[in-house]
């Protein structure tokens, strides 16, 4: 059973940048033909998805956010990465790591609060 | 984008009965249709793909329909464990977006 495990700090100033990690365990992020996701949710309110990197490296972004984001992933490691940069606390939200075949998502991260604040 | 459009928002009801929650995409999405249901505090949870298609382990209590742009979630006799937010998610082409959510409350 594969599981995903976000990283990263919990407080991050306006105007700098976001970054988390999501380390995978359990498989190989390299096996299979899966989508790794970024997807957040602000307090109280819905989903929205960031975008995703593929076993093979190609990435989607959502075109509301395209211009800021960037999606990594790190064979060696096991895990993928989200860089958002220019964060406003418009950006304030719990992110979640996501593991998809396609666009359904199977599997999720705990999901870890990033809030904007300076 | 495609616009996912749940109603109702909200919904209160009494363990036993049936809801019904509804999605419409704003434009036709074929089957491509999944519901999750999130507790608080926890990530979502797959219910249903391709919109009728129950995923393994979700209680057959749940059921999906519609293709195009309406699709349906029913609950029958609802159980305890069931209060939940439900989203509905459109995944016929990137990016992919959610429903507002349903929250199905105690009444």
């Known amino acids: 059973q594969v599981q995903l495990q976000e990283s990263g700090p919990g407080l991050v100033k306006p105007s700098q940048t976001l970054s988390l990690t999501c380390t995978v365990s359990g498989g190989s992020i390299s096996s299979g033909h899966y989508y790794w996701n970024w997807i957040r949710q602000p307090a109280g309110k819905g989903l929205e998805w960031i975008g995703r990197?593929?076993?093979?490296?190609?990435?989607n972004y959502n075109p509301s956010l395209k211009s800021r984001v960037t999606i990594s992933i790190d064979r060696s490691k096991n895990h993928f990465s989200l860089n958002l940069t220019s964060v406003t606390a418009a950006d304030t939200a719990v992110y979640y790591c996501?593991?998809?075949?396609?666009?359904?998502?199977?599997?999720w991260g705990q999901g870890t609060l990033v809030t904007v604040s300076s | 984008d495609i616009q996912m459009t749940q109603s109702p928002s909200f919904v209160s009801a009494s363990v036993g009965d049936r809801v019904t929650i509804t999605c419409r995409a704003s434009q036709g999405i074929r089957s491509w249709l999944a519901w999750y249901q999130q507790k608080p505090g926890k990530a979502p949870n797959l219910l249903i793909y391709a919109a009728s298609s129950l995923h393994s382990g979700v209680p057959s209590r749940f059921s999906g329909s519609g293709s195009g742009t309406d699709f349906t979630l029913t609950i029958n006799s609802l159980q305890p464990e069931d209060f939940a937010t439900y989203y509905c998610q459109q995944a016929d082409s990137v990016p992919f977006t959610f429903g507002g959510g349903t929250k199905v409350e105690i009444k």
């Open positions: 996501a593991r998809a075949p396609a666009m359904i998502v199977l599997d």
């Open positions: 990197i593929s076993t093979r490296g190609t990435t």
